[in-house]
Structure formats: C-alpha cells, structure tokens
C-alpha cells in the first residue's frame, strides 16, 4: 500500500512539475488514473489550493477521464474569451476560474457591484452551453480579521455568487458553496498585492454524474 501511494505521489508531482510535451488532456487521464480522493486532498492543502485537491480526488481517469478533459479544455478556451481578467486554469479533469476582489468583492464586501453581476453574466453564457457539468462555488478572505469574521464573510461571498447564478440560468442542482475564511491563501499575505489576491471566489467546475456516464459509453465503443 505504501509503494502504490509513494508512485501515485511520484507520478502526480512530475505530471504537475514537468511534462511538457503532454497536453492538459493527457495530463488530466493519467493524473486521474494515478490518484484519487486522499490524493487530491493532499494536494490540496499542501499547495493551498483547495479547488486543485478537489478536482484531482474527484478524477475518473483512464479513457473516461480523457473525452472529459477534452470537454472542459473546450469550455476553458470559451472562459478565457469571455472573462479576460479572470484566472481561468485548467486541471485534471475540471477547470478552476479565479476572481480576485477587481472582478467580484471590494475590501470587506460581500455585496455584489453591477459590475461583478456583469462579468458572472459573462460567465454564466459559457456555464449554460456545459450543462452537464458541477460548479462549487469558493470563498476567500485574507488573513487581516478574526477567524469568525473571515469565515462569515468568504461564506457571503460564495452564497452571493451562488444564488446570483441560480437566478439568472443555472440549475440549483448544479451549485454548491464552501467557505474558506482565510485558512486557504494561494498568495502571498505578507504583501497587499498578495492580500488583494487572496480575496477571491473561486469556481470549481467538473464533470457531473451524466458527463462521467456519457464519457464511460463513448469509451467503451
């Protein structure tokens, strides 16, 4: 047990550092294969990222995890197109869109501005060409606060977005929320470029029960 998880470590650490002459895809099938849930989680909290873990542990890999990934490489293509001030990176078998506080929240706002409600309006036009796929929704804060508060208002945050994209076209059985507070920076929070970076909300997208499903069909043939 202990050689097969020191390989899927192995495995995943030079799919994530090196390989370049493989694509997103390819990546995604064999990251997929190798890993799973422990791993993902893993992952996850040691890089900060939390929507990183959670796509490589909900994987299905092999050729399944391929036909997804060349779906969600499509969507991420029509993401980046759409919403140009967005981090929108693909991983595994899912896509994680980053908006910083510029896009969504201003400092200590969880209310959203005309414009956030724009650029989710943006991105609400490619979520709806891709219906077969799950979104989580992320919220982070920086580290200035109290654990309580932080915690209250990166929770704000995801519920605001949630129930802003439910209302204009998504599915509710589509969205789901996870608040963070400030336990998951992916920046420096010793800068306020870093801060600002930090308070973020963060889409995970990947493949629902009927994209896994058409995927194993078409592999199959």
Do not use: W
């Given at each position: 047990?202990?050689?097969?998880?020191?390989?899927?470590?192995?495995?995943?650490?030079?799919?994530?550092?090196?390989?370049?002459?493989?694509?997103?895809?390819?990546?995604?099938?064999?990251?997929?294969?190798?890993?799973?849930?422990?791993?993902?989680?893993?992952?996850?909290?040691?890089?900060?990222?939390?929507?990183?873990?959670?796509?490589?542990?909900?994987?299905?890999?092999?050729?399944?995890?391929?036909?997804?990934?060349?779906?969600?490489?499509?969507?991420?293509?029509?993401?980046?197109?759409?919403?140009?001030?967005?981090?929108?990176?693909?991983?595994?078998?899912?896509?994680?869109v980053e908006f910083?506080?510029?896009?969504?929240?201003?400092?200590?706002?969880?209310?959203?501005?005309?414009?956030?409600?724009?650029?989710?309006?943006?991105?609400?036009?490619?979520?709806?060409?891709?219906?077969?796929?799950?979104?989580?929704?992320?919220?982070?804060?920086?580290?200035?606060?109290?654990?309580?508060?932080?915690?209250?208002?990166?929770?704000?945050?995801?519920?605001?977005?949630?129930?802003?994209?439910?209302?204009?076209?998504?599915?509710?059985?589509?969205?789901?929320?996870?608040?963070?507070?400030?336990?998951?920076?992916?920046?420096?929070?010793?800068?306020?470029?870093?801060?600002a970076q930090n308070?973020?909300?963060?889409?995970?997208?990947?493949?629902?029960?009927?994209?896994?499903?058409?995927?194993?069909?078409?592999?199959?043939?």
């Amino acid at each position: 047990m202990t050689k097969i998880l020191f390989i899927n470590l192995v495995s995943l650490c030079i799919l994530l550092g090196g390989c370049k002459s493989m694509n997103r895809t390819q990546k995604g099938a064999v990251i997929g294969t190798a890993s799973g849930g422990a791993i993902g989680a893993v992952i996850g909290r040691a890089s900060g990222n939390t929507a990183l873990g959670a796509i490589i542990g909900a994987t299905v890999g092999g050729v399944s995890g391929a036909g997804i990934g060349r779906k969600m490489d499509k969507q991420a293509e029509e993401m980046k197109k759409k919403l140009p001030d967005a981090k929108v990176e693909r991983v595994g078998e899912g896509i994680i869109v980053e908006f910083n506080e510029k896009i969504l929240f201003g400092f200590d706002k969880s209310d959203l501005s005309p414009a956030s409600k724009k650029n989710l309006d943006k991105a609400i036009t490619v979520l709806n060409k891709y219906p077969d796929t799950d979104i989580q929704v992320q919220g982070h804060t920086d580290i200035r606060g109290t654990e309580e508060y932080n915690m209250s208002l990166s929770e704000k945050r995801a519920t605001n977005v949630s129930h802003y994209l439910s209302q204009h076209g998504i599915n509710s059985s589509r969205l789901s929320t996870k608040a963070y507070g400030k336990d998951a920076p992916k920046y420096d929070n010793n800068t306020e470029s870093g801060r600002a970076q930090n308070r973020r909300v963060e889409f995970l997208i990947s493949a629902n029960e009927k994209m896994k499903e058409d995927a194993k069909k078409e592999s199959a043939k």
